[in-house]
Nanobody, 120 residues
């Protein structure tokens, strides 16, 4: 079991910024692909950004140019910097760690989520 602990959510006005963090156990960043997802009320959970091990970052079209995902291996933390926030970014944001084992078993872990609310 991999425990992920998010922090940094809150209430912000449109156009503002927030930085989310996800603390992970040591070595997770060397083994798992990391990502951020979000889920708004009444909607399905959707991908926001991902940072595979040794790979390039990926962003959903609706956050490109506004959000940045990054890792700090020394601090065992994944960050999501969110700028130019919009009311439609309001959601619970989840940190995700995922890897596929040699036998094709998928290991998928989620944090508890952190609420982001953007007012207009």
């Amino acid at each position: 079991q991999v425990q992920l602990v998010e922090a940094g959510g809150g209430f912000v006005q449109a156009g503002g910024s927030l930085r989310l963090s996800c603390a992970v156990p040591g070595s997770v960043l060397n083994v798992y692909d990391m990502g951020w997802y979000r889920q708004a009320p009444g909607k399905q959970r959707e991908s926001v950004a991902s940072i595979p091990r040794g790979g390039a970052t990926n962003y959903a079209d609706y956050v490109k140019g506004r959000f940045t995902i990054a890792t700090d291996n020394a601090k065992n933390t994944v960050y999501l910097q969110m700028n130019s926030l919009k009311p439609e970014d309001t959601a619970v944001y989840y940190c995700n760690a995922r890897r596929i084992l040699r036998d094709r078993t998928v290991q998928n872990y989620w944090g508890q989520g952190t609420q982001v609310t953007v007012s207009s």
